[in-house]
């Protein structure tokens, strides 16, 4: 099960801020805050990681909260092509097998 | 550009037939994986290799087969022991199989049965 939690879907203005909220209530001190997307009939694009630090790159900023329990992921100037599910997952590989759990992610619509 | 290079994109199989899945990556990566993602549903991990000569079992492996002979290549056979194959195949890789290494995608093949 995923262990991240959500909002089913979020609307944007094309040019303006995206801010994609993520709770992880249960996230474990070794535990990776992961964000990918996913667009239709595509394979999931990497966006960004954090462990307890903010992160930018050229795609995104990633804000986690000092408790780590919540994390927002920030796409600082949508456009169009931004349209896709976005997941929040937590990732501890832990001697395991390297499974990525995906929940049902945020369907983000960028509209003009 | 470096990426993951998932061959045909489209593929058809028939009642019986066994196919191949082509993965390529040229990112020197260590560790390579292959999940299946139905409709609506999230990725299951069918195999991984952590290195050449050497995978593992994933949480769906019945009626998968894969190799890793070289490094940049981990092709996935779907046997006719897989009765339910009709998915959405994706292919990953990592430097390393640590909680700090991002898989990366490439843009998947659809097999379908006729």
């Known amino acids: 099960d995923a262990k991240t939690t959500q909002p089913p879907s979020m609307d944007c203005a094309e040019g303006r801020a995206a801010n994609l909220p993520c709770n992880h209530s249960?996230?474990?001190?070794?535990?990776?805050v992961y964000w990918y997307r996913q667009i239709h009939s595509q394979g999931p694009q990497y966006i960004i990681h954090?462990?307890?630090n903010n992160e930018t790159n050229e795609m995104a900023s990633l804000i986690i909260t000092e408790d780590r329990k919540s994390s927002t992921l920030i796409l600082p100037h949508a456009t169009l092509r931004d349209t896709a599910v976005y997941y929040c997952i937590v990732v501890n590989y832990g001697g395991s097998q390297g499974n990525l759990i995906f929940g049902k992610g945020t369907k983000l619509s960028v509209k003009p | 550009d470096g990426g993951i290079t998932q061959s045909p994109k489209y593929l058809f199989r028939k009642e019986g037939q066994n196919v191949t899945l082509s993965c390529e990556q040229n990112?020197?990566?260590?560790?390579m994986y292959w999940y299946r993602q139905d409709p609506g549903q999230g990725l299951r991990l069918i195999y991984y290799s952590q290195i050449v000569n050497d995978f593992q079992k994933g949480d769906i492996a019945e009626g998968y087969s894969v190799s890793r002979e070289k490094k940049e290549s981990f092709p996935l056979t779907v046997t006719s022991a897989q009765k339910n194959p009709t998915a959405f195949y994706l292919c990953a890789s990592s430097a390393g199989l640590t909680n700090n290494q991002p898989q990366h995608f490439g843009d998947g093949t659809r097999l379908s049965i006729l």
């Open positions: 954090g462990l307890k």
């Open positions: 249960t996230i474990s001190g070794n535990e990776y």
């Open positions: 990112l020197n990566h260590d560790a």
